[in-house]
């Protein structure tokens, strides 16, 4: 991947919700982008792995939707999820984790499960990717995703100490901004999602995971005030919008 030019994608909630609830990105021959609906904007040819954040329904929903994926397009693909939301998806999508249940002929996701361990980094066709643990809602666990100078967090609600020195020299940094007034119990809102900036200092920052009280038009003046006052290169993601990265 080494001096390869690749194409981020980050999309809003709203996509993420009617094309399959994923929440993770997709690292392939070509391309990089935050969920597999992507395919249909990047023309991705194959997916070598799905990263898994964390195993919220909104997180792992799009599991299934894989199957035709691999029905159609390659025989299988590799799922990487840290071992606590593995245990969960062996009761949310036991099928897909014992397929000795299924039905044979019934046609399922055939996917391959890896184990993350969030102290350690991991290679998926040669692009190294180290996790960046983070709280998501108070004792529950997310991992944010490092690749390159790219830093990807999509559901937090604050940063363990730890994680920081993973976050230094960050280029582009997606992050977590739910509301626009106040955080919530298991997300940053804008005002701690600018804090964040603020001492993690990337060099670009885009918000996501927005919810319908954050109006786009409204919060980008604010942050555009922030980025004349500050300095501060802040800015909301849209659906489709693609950002060309360097690895
Ligand atoms: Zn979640």
């Given amino acids: 991947m080494k001096g390869l030019k690749v194409e981020l994608s980050v999309y809003d909630w709203l996509l993420l919700i009617i094309l399959s609830h994923f929440d993770c990105f997709i690292v ?47 025989p299988h ?6 071992m606590r939301d593995l245990e969960v998806m062996k009761k949310t999508h036991y099928y ?87 955080s919530s119990a298991t997300h940053f809102g804008l005002p701690r999602a600018l804090e964040e900036v603020r001492k993690i200092k990337p060099k670009r920052t885009l918000f996501t995971g927005m919810m319908h009280l954050m109006d786009h038009e409204k919060v980008s003046e604010e942050l555009e005030k922030i980025r004349d006052t500050e300095g501060l290169d802040v800015q909301l993601s849209y659906d489709g919008l693609r950002v060309p990265i360097s690895i």
Avoid at 77 to 82: C, G, K, L, N, V
């Fill in 28 to 74: 392939d021959s070509l391309a990089i982008s935050i969920i597999p609906n992507c395919v249909f904007l990047v023309r991705l040819r194959t997916l070598d792995a799905v990263v898994i954040t964390h195993s919220h329904a909104d997180a792992i929903g799009g599991l299934d939707d894989l199957r035709d994926w691999t029905n159609n397009v390659q």
């Fill in 77 to 82: 693909i590799p799922i990487y999820t840290a």
């Fill in 96 to 182: 897909l984790v014992d397929t000795s249940v299924i039905i044979p002929g019934a046609a399922v996701s055939e996917l391959e499960f890896k184990i993350i361990h969030e102290d350690q980094p991991f290679v998926v066709n040669d692009l190294k990717i180290t996790p960046l643990p983070v709280w998501h809602g108070s004792n529950y666990r997310s991992l944010g995703f490092r690749f390159g100078n790219v830093c990807y967090i999509s559901d937090v609600s604050d940063i363990p100490e730890e994680t920081y020195p993973l976050l230094k020299d960050c280029d582009l940094l997606i992050m977590d901004a739910l509301r626009p007034d106040r």
